[in-house]
Each structure stands twice: as C-alpha cells, then as structure tokens.
C-alpha cells in the first residue's frame, strides 16, 4: 500500500509543483477536467499535439530569422500568433509568456530580440515537454497501480485487510490532484 | 681447508646398532701465526634425537594446519548448510509474498492489453506481460519444489473423473496455443468414470508435462493417452521404505465412513506395498485378486470378495506423447534433476526454469507412482506416469455429480463428457468451445471487473481468433466479457488452476450482484447524462449518441435508445454531421488544431457535437448549405477572418442573398442544393460568438461593429462556453 501512496504523492506534488513554477495554469486544470471514460487520454493527446505543433513553429520561425536576404517578420508573427493561441489554450503559461514576449520583438522587427526570444521560446517549451511527460508517466503509472490493487484486493479477500475506506481515500487524493478514477465497481 | 673458512653440516650415519643417527660437524681450519692453514678442528655431536625432534614437530605443525584447514571448511560448510536453509525458506516466504502483487500487476497488464494502445505502447505491454508471466511460474514452481522436498506437502484423496480432467487440460493448453498443433486426448475404456486421488497434483503433473511437450513441439501433435495397467513390479518393491511417501499425509475426505480394510488409512508407499502377513486378510485378499485379474473393467463389476470393500486400487497409466524435437538419449539422467535443461542452449532457446520435471516427478513419486520417460530425437518423446488411483465403488454407478466435486461443477459436465474417451483440438476450433463452456464461468471469474472491462474496447489477443457473433448490444457485452475472462484465464497455465476453480462457489451469488451493479453502473451514466444537460432540450437517445461513442459506425442505429451499451472510448468523435434533429447546430469556425480539440472537448462534455471549419470561406459555406443555431467564429484566422466573415453573413441575413460573398469570391450556392429556407422568408439571424485572443475593448468595438453578437476571449474555457450556451440556449 505504501508504494501506491508514494506515487500518488509524487503525482500530486508533481503535479502542483508544475502549477507553482509557472509552467501551466488554470487552464491545464480545465483541461484535466475534461478526462472522462470517454476520453482518459484527452490531455495526453492534446499534449502530443501541442508539442508536434510547436516544434513545427519553432523550427519555421528559426528558419525565418535566418534568412540572410530579409526576415519576414510578418510570417514569424504569425508563427507566434499561433503558438500564443495553442499555448494559451492548453494552459502553458511560460510559453505563452515567451510568445508575448516574442511578439513585441518581433514587431519591432528586432532580429537579435527575436533570436533571443526564440531561445526562450525553445528552452520554456523543452522544460514544459519534460515535465508533461515526466507527469503522464506518474499518472499512468499511478493509475495502474490503482486499479491493480483494487482488483487484487477485491480478489483476495482474505488476504490482508484492505478497507474500502482505503480505497475511498485513494480515490479522493486522485481526484484532489485532478487525476480521474476508472470505474471499477 | 682451501676457503679457509668454517663449515658445519650435518651428516647422518647408518648404524648397525642405534639405527640411523645424525651428527652435527663442525669444522675449522686452524691457523699458524703466519695465516696458513696448518690443520683443522673438527667437533661432533650427536643431534639425532634433536632431529627427530625437530621432524616430528614439522610434522605435527603439519597436522594442525590440514586439521584447522578442514576446521575451517566444515565450519563453512555449516553455515552455508545454515543459510541455505534459512535462504530456502526466505525464499519459500518471499515467493509467497512476492506472489500476490505480481498476480494483481499480471492481471491489471492483461486487462491494460484490452485498452486501446498504440503499437509501441503494445509491444512494451507484451513484454510486460510475458515477463510477469514467466516470473509467477518461477516463483509457483518453487513455492511447489520447497514444499514437495521440505516434505509439508499433504496429498488430497478427492473424487474426481479422469476423462474431465484430461479434457480440461487439454482446453486449456489449446486455448493459449500459439502454434498449429493437434491436442489428443484418449481415455480408454477401462479407465473408471471416477477415481480417487490428488487431483490437483495430478493436474499439475499433466498441465507440465503437456506443456512442456507443447513448447518442444513445432508441428505434429501432441497426445494425453490413459489407460488402466496391472500393478506394476516396482509397486512390490520398496515395501518396507516408506521414505518416499513416509513423511506424506492422506488426508482422506471423501472416503466412505464403513471402510474395513485398514491399508486406505495407511501412507501411499504402503498402498503399494504387499506386506505379505502385515494386514488384515480382506484386505490382502483384495489387492492380489485385484493383481491377479487385470482390471480391464474396474469400474464396477467387483468380484465377491470384494463386495465388502467399499475401495479398491487401480493402476492407471498415462502417456504423454508429442512429435516434437526429442531428447537426446545422454540427457535422460539428468533429465529429471532440479534446474537442468537438456542444454543451455535449450534454455535459452525454449526458456524455462528447469524445475517443472523436477516437481512431476516428486510429486509422482510421493503419490506412490513413478515417472518415465522415451524419446527419439527428432521424432518424438513420451513421458509416462503410472500410478494408483482408489476407486470407490458405491459411488460409480452414481451419475448426478456429486458436491464434492465443487471443481467439476460449474463445466456444467453432461452424462456425456464423463463418459466421452477421445477428445481432439484441432487449432483454430477453439471460439465455439470456450463460448460454452465459458459462458457459466464469465461472470464468476473476474466479475468484479465487470465496470472496467465494460469501459474498454477489446481489441487485443487476436491471435486467439474467437469470434463471436455481435448481432445485438447485448450479446455483445457477454462477449466482451467473455474475451476478456477466457483470455485472462487462458493466459493462466499455472500449475494451480485451483484458483480458478475455487472461485466459483464463491461467486455463485457475486454473478447476480455484478449483474446489479452493473445495472447500477448503467444508471449511474444516465443520470450523468442527465446531469450534463444544461442547455439543451434534447431526448435521453440522442444524449446517449452523444456520451456513448461506439467504434462501428454503422450500429448508432441500433444503440439508440439502449442506454446500456459499453461505453467505448474514442477521441475521433469528429462528426461533422448530427444525426439529430432538434438538438442546436454549432459550428466552429477557427484555424488552431489545439483551440479545436480543447473547444470540441468541452463542448462535448456540455453535451453538443459541434461542426468544425477552419477559416472564413468554408465557414460561409457552411452556413450557405446548412442551417446553423450558432456559430463560434475566431477572429484572426488566415484567408479569411472573422470580422468580415461576419459581416458577409450578416449581409446575406439582411439581403437575402449573397451577393457579398460572391463580391469576395465566394461561389453562390447552386439553386438545386440544398440551401437554407425557402427565398420567401427572410434568413433568420444567427448568434454569432467571436473568440478573441485579447479581449481588450478595441476589439470588442470592432467585433460588435462587425456583426457580432457577443465575445468569448480565448483562452476557451469550460465556465465561457457553458454561460454563452446558456444565454443563446436557455
């Protein structure tokens, strides 16, 4: 039981520290929210999609500012404007910071600012992609272990005792930490 | 003389008289004044007993080391003895302890399998799942081996019947054959419909050795063959060591009470045994006339003398055969010792922990048998086990199966499998099997999990081709279950199919509860249906397409109004067109795959599908060919933005027509499709939304400026999209 406990502490606090250093907000609670039976994977996939995305951005707008005849600046806008938009919808917030940022720079058409702010741009969005994934491995993880117990003790019944208040307080600390139970009745 | 220098040594004479003796001599050269040497001094003395001396203290010095070196060794020798003891039971602890939580990961793994996983994802599950696997067996052949040799194994005398148990092994190692093989299994005649013995034992034997000679075996088949033999001579032997068997107890359960003949309480190493005068005369009467007249019949027909009896002994023999790779005859010895391998080739190649015929053959041994083995490498191998089984006479005749037979029952066993000798898995002819037999068992095993496997689609395990005929919902759910039960316990050839067994009384009355709180669950998710409706007006079906996303396309027809369907869980719920009527029609109008996703999700959980386009033109035409309740319309989008997206349509509204649009280059839409309301009736004004990223007032200015009827400022949330459906949808 212990271990279980552990994990779901770790994910927890994982998971506050996350919210406490910036790197997501509210938003990315909402978006936990919207995990039921029907979509347990939703903020994983999303994630995923955002990270795909960025690095195209990212990529595009390194290759904008390197481009000795002229930077369009009008493109690299736009990349931002983009990047402002997805970051700010899954809720990570130092991204779109940066990509605020960002935007001023490159409307002053300042190609050293915007370098600058493009390193930013990719050390803030590296930070996020390891901290997501470190927090979906725990998840996963915690959730396996969960359900893996229930099972377990439910079928051995008489092995040691193992509460169903236990497995409420569980489930209650999943919740609290925005994580989302699998029905196992 | 000529160094000029002192010497001494010792020499050692031989004596006539004293033996051998040693003198020490020491010389010295003598010196005039001038430095010559002039002479020499010589002195001797007799240092023989100082020798001997001095040898025998060499000598004794040599003793006390070999002595103290063996000291050493048999100390060490005593604490390994020690430690392994201590380990062995450590070990024995520890495997029991480690064995629980593995069995509740293994169990979760396979229920994981039936999720939807991506190929990676699968693969690491798969070796998850082997592993694990591979680990309970280890840790399960151990736990039997310790207990086998520290000799705490107690043998059960339960009645069983044979042609079941064969059977039931057999089905059970076709329903986890990976390979195209042919099982067999052939009970002659002679054999009695019921015996007594260690059932579970004897099943274990048979599980090992059939899945061993699956394992070795790639084409061909692979064959169970019982038959009755006449006691054999090692059975004469040995009557007086019971070692074997001394430190077994019988636990006779099922015995009738009137027994006369005192052998049946004695050990199994005595059964075998003819004590000659030992016993009483019935009894001994008894085995020889059973010895004399070789049971071709011993089921019932009992001779006189032994009517008083309510027991007698058969010896039955079981073959093992396969067409496999063989053995090599120099690898028969060690064949049956703990942790050897043919090769270590072998065990890399075929894996396995070398304890399994270790284990049979203890275990054979300490039931009173013995275990054999011939094969031809190349060709084939058969393992041959014979031992003696109790058969009870009063009971033979009986066909109603009896409650002591709590494992036999829930097969739900006709007069006809207690009676059929021949049975042949064919591979590939293993669905219709398991969906009769498995059905009784569905909802015993693994009942609890009812919710959560209903919660997933299952679409691993292929390679155990059941097909299953899915015509309605509800079939379609006992075969989900069926799936995933049947593969979970296929997956289970343990040597302990107990667990699966005693489950089943237990669980007798769980399958009526699992069956409630399954019920329970389907009312649990309507009322959240319910719940969810906030805004709209919409009938309990059409919430049940929305919340319940099933993976065939085509049986949405069929579900709807069946609230009791397995909720399956897709994220491609991108139907662009609504299968309902009144439900209110939105579309979103924005270019960002993420601000989609996050937008749709929500909306969803609000209860409405939602159509999706991606910039300004598609989002006129949209609106061109269908009719929508409101529109969600981003403003910077590329192509075409919102404010002037806006403003076409709100052109069209007022107009009539859409000129406007096709100013901008937009097509009209051709008069014969299926445009909006008839040209009489002026279009009706759509609420439309804009979701700005800065929703500071400029933008609210120009968004109302525009046609807009109010604002939702990005980033979407959850509480924005629920209070802008209640204003527009109350």
Known sequence: ?185 | MDKGLPAKREITFETELFGSKTFLIYVEPVFSKAGETIGINYMGMDITDQVRKRERMIKIREEIAVQKAKETELNRTIHITEETMRAKQMLATMSHEIRSPLSGVVSMAEILATTKLDREQRQLLDVMISSGDLVLQLINDILDLSKVESGVMKLEATKFRPREVVKHVLQTAAASLRKILTLEGNVADDVPIEVIGDVLRIRQILTNLISNAIKFTHEGKVGVKLYVVPEPPFAKEGSQNGSAGSTANQSTTNVPKEETCTSTSQTSSDQRGFHGKKHEGSCQDSSRSERGTPVTNGTIDVTEEQAELPETTVWIRCDVYDTGIGIPENALPTLFKKYMQVSADHARKYGGTGLGLAICKQLVELMGGRLTVSSQVHCGSTFTFILPYKVSLSCDRSDDADDDLSDMDDHGATDDDATAGFFQFQPRTLGSLFSSNGSSRTQNLLAHNIGYVNSHKINGFSENCYSFPTSNGQTKEMDLFEDACSVAEALEISPEPESSFSHSPDHDNESAICRDEHHHNVVNAENKVSTRDVSSCSETSREVDVKVKITEPQLPAERQGRSDSGFQSTLNSSREASNSISKPKILLVEDNKINVMVTRSMMKQLGHTIDVVSNGVEAVRAIQYHSYDLVLMDVCMPVMDGLQTTRLIRSFEETGNWDEAAKAGIEKPSPSSDSLQPDCTPPRRIPIIAMTANALSESADECSANGMDSFISKPVTFQKLKECLEQYFP
């Open chain 1, 1 to 185: 039981m212990d271990f279980v406990n552990q994990l779901q502490r770790k994910f927890i606090d994982y998971s506050s520290s996350l919210h406490r250093e910036g790197i997501v907000d509210d938003q990315f609670t909402q978006l936990r929210k919207l995990e039921d039976e029907n979509s347990p994977h939703f903020v994983m996939e999303v994630a995923s999609l955002f990270f795909e995305d960025c690095e195209k951005l990212i990529n595009n707008m390194a290759i904008a500012l390197e481009q000795k005849q002229g930077v369009d600046f009008k493109q690299i806008e736009e990349c931002i404007h983009q990047l402002k938009g997805s970051s700010s919808s899954i809720g990570a917030m130092r991204v779109k910071n940066a990509c605020i940022a960002f935007r001023s720079f490159s409307g002053a058409q300042n190609r050293e600012g915007c370098l600058r702010c493009l390193q930013q741009l990719s050390h803030e969005y590296s930070l996020l992609k390891n901290k997501l994934q470190t927090l979906f491995r725990v998840s996963v993880a915690s959730r396996c272990l969960y359900v893996c117990l229930v099972i377990f003790c439910r079928e051995n019944e008489h092995a040691e005792p193992f509460p169903d208040v236990l497995v409420f307080q569980l489930e209650k600390q999943i919740v609290a930490a925005g994580g989302s139970i699998p029905r196992v009745h």
